[in-house]
């Protein structure tokens, strides 16, 4: 029997899928989010539960074959689709969606690997509490992929990322072994830190099958304000701000530089923009999360922005009026992306760093860019809380973008991504590395830090048998 | 040239002690903190910068010396101090303290391992700013200590673990190759977390030499108050309470056992205890940051304290009218270990429950307990918002403890760690394993996870130079 046919075996035959995925309702399985590259793969399988997904490990590992796990597959660095072999096995986790257990008095959720971002969201929220964990994917996302790749967005500021919120892990070895340590603990110093190993390893060292994660109260009030601000160095003055008379109340502060915001005026008009004015550089989103109310959260707010408008710190601001103005100030930010697709292809960076780097790296990456490409469009926007910028740059304005990119691409990505190490930054703040950006290891990392994650990944996986070709060779 | 010569060219002969280190201003670089077990090295080395370290670590590899990391020598579970056999490098990391960097705008410091907590504390509140770990050995403890422990404290409820503070790293490998990564970044999705991996793995992968660590803004005002509450169960349910009224701005919710608070008030009576009637079963200490005003703060938790009240899940309570009355509640809590230590010999816990699962852990232990032994006297405390209890057990009144613990320590500590683990506990929260509890791994922990600690264990450090004997065998 080959191994496919064991594959139906385990799982049933109604699971096992060969050929292209594209006739599903989202791209296919072998399709990139991006749709920048096709893999083909031997067989998608779907296992139902922890037990078969044991077994289909065991079988591919006796057999050879080797499995990339794939969660909502809207990862960004082509991590969980197969490569153009024809030989791996993708092992699909969106069978396994059930939430297990939530613990109210220990604030916890233990929830399957292949729930949905949102679906937990949805039941958490029925319930009164709060899973912060929030991106522009969540539609589609599910806990696996979230942990898999360590997902950060928009809550980071005040919760972490979804390595900050996860307790405890069941993953699946690549033994096959079924490792159970849904513990919903907040300390347990018994040994090394597995959970923290797994959560970010892209599926190279094992398979997630569920989670233990971390819940909090839902705020009583929730307050955006959009503003607009006369450089970088000034927002970075009104995040300190927001820390010191927020506190633990800040929990979004999204900058925008004017390109990206103008885009978005330009190819999705339905948006409003407030106090949008050609001369601002940049604006920024405020959130506010207060464990009072309404009122309260106000008050706090108006007198940030106050304090703000006087110290020259901020030029104009608007704060939310009801929930929807909220979700349109939202909105704009996340359209982003859709609006920058709309212009035409980029050449898009995920970089952190320090945030006190920030002012120079956007003053020296600028002009290295404009020196070596006059006329380079860059949309700065990002997570400024966390350090963290979607650096895209655009062909110069009336260029043929796609030849434009064909040619400069690699130069362009060259220079941001030593722009951002050399300032103490990093080339992937949060959308990891997959395969797309495997080669920018060995270039950005010192050789003692990447023969440590090697002798890690042949010590837990000796065989190769997990998502080999990510993140180490 | 010997060894001991080598490691005196190295790093000076003034640096290099050899024979018993009692005759030092603490109790010496081979004695235990609990002073139970006296270990004999070959040497104390302490260099003076990681070049030395470095180089130490290569000397001792080569030669096949093995080397035990020490910083404060405050750990409780014997992982800083030489085995018996004489052959052993205690590594010092107390010579380099310094504080590299403060970067207020990143809110991150970079300091030093050898660097004391307290120190720490003094340079960044100094700066303006709060490094929020805290526990009682903060005038002893080292910052590459904590860090190694992962190290928990009073502040774990709202600012995580030692671990969650900490962005960045620099090590020296077993190797003796430097591993720089004192990123000061929030979001680095680039290959697996060694960083943490680190991070509490006692040693044994490493000497952790510096880190780069996070800051948080001083709250305006802490409030702190001391509570009697009927029951554990209420005392859970106050804690619910006071996370959904006071959010990120509750900072401890600290649990005493009556047994517990009575030892203080008869082997301490300088320390008065407020609200203190004999027949209430359990105290708590609530913290309250306010990043507004101390009004606001207390307006707050008299709210907090008023509902409780009304509910009945509280029946009495004070809130520290100055700083020196909050410094007099804390002292009481800190000083439960004493008071204790003076009561007589005990066998003392450091569990750690899902939060829900308290109560009946309580129940249940007690139980058990008091049906095997009759009449030992049990003193509970610990951080209730952590889910961490010490829980120490106490001979019978009147009782030869010394005999009674002699005869019976195991069987206690059997039934404790048995039933912590039974309802999904850790029987190490934050104290850490060492070489105290090696063998309770064999006994507590899945062979599937003992199997994969040990393979990180060879692939990092092959030939067992760092700290052998500690958490894996």
Request: one cysteine or more; aromatic letters at 6%.
């Amino acid at each position: 029997m080959g191994i496919v046919d064991r594959l139906r075996y385990v799982v049933g035959a109604a699971y096992v899928v060969q050929g292209d995925g594209a006739s599903d309702a989202n791209a296919g399985w072998e399709q990139d989010w991006r749709r920048r590259t096709r893999g083909h793969g031997l067989a998608l399988v779907r296992p139902q539960n922890t037990q078969e997904v044991a077994e289909v490990v065991r079988l591919c590992a006796a057999a050879g074959v080797s499995i990339v796990p794939q969660g909502g597959n809207t990862g960004l660095v082509e991590g969980s689709i197969p490569d153009g072999s024809g030989t791996q096995v993708v092992l699909s986790l969106n069978r396994m969606t059930a939430v297990r257990d939530l613990d109210p008095s220990n604030l916890t959720v233990t929830v399957e690997a292949g729930c949905i971002l949102q679906a937990l969201h949805e039941v958490v929220e029925r319930a009164g509490y709060l899973f912060p964990l929030s991106l522009a994917a969540k539609g589609s996302c599910t806990i696996g992929g979230n942990l898999a790749t360590n997902a950060g967005g928009t809550q980071v500021v005040r919760y972490g990322n979804a390595r900050n919120l996860c307790l405890g892990l069941e993953v699946v070895t690549p033994r096959g072994e079924v490792w159970q340590s849904l513990s919903g603990l907040r300390k347990d110093n018994t040994g090394y830190d597995l959970r923290d190993l797994f959560v970010g390893s892209e599926g190279t060292l094992g398979v997630i099958t569920a989670a233990t994660l971390q819940l909090y109260p839902q705020p009583r009030a929730r307050l955006t304000a959009w503003a607009a601000v006369p450089s970088e160095s000034a927002a970075l003055e009104l995040l300190a701000r927001a820390r010191r008379n927020l506190g633990a109340g800040l929990t979004g502060f999204e900058l925008m530089g004017r390109f990206a915001v103008s885009m978005v005026c330009l190819h999705l008009p339905q948006l409003r923009v407030p106090v949008f004015r050609g001369t601002d550089p940049y604006f920024v989103l405020i959130e506010l999360s207060d464990s009072e109310s309404e009122p309260h959260a106000r008050e706090r707010l108006e007198a940030l922005l106050g304090e703000a408008l006087e110290d020259g710190c901020m030029n104009d601001a608007v704060i939310a009026e009801s929930l929807a103005q909220t979700r349109e100030l939202w909105e704009i930010r996340e359209s982003i992306p859709l609006a920058a697709y709309k212009e035409g292809v980029m050449a898009a960076h995920d970089v952190a760093l320090p945030i006190s780097a920030i002012p120079r790296f956007i003053a020296e990456t600028q002009a290295q860019l404009t020196g070596a490409l006059p006329g380079v469009r860059v949309a700065n926007f990002g997570h400024l809380g966390d350090g963290n910028l979607h650096y895209n740059v655009h062909a110069p304005a009336g260029r043929d973008a796609p030849e434009f990119l064909r040619r400069h691409e690699e130069q362009i990505r060259q220079i941001v991504y030593a722009s951002a190490v050399a300032l103490g930054g990093s080339f992937s703040a949060e959308h990891g590395i997959g395969r797309l950006k495997l080669h920018r290891m060995e270039s950005h990392k010192a050789p003692v830090e990447l023969e440590m994650m090697r002798s890690i990944k042949r010590a837990l996986d000796p065989i190769g048998v997990m998502n080999p070709g990510c993140i180490v060779r």
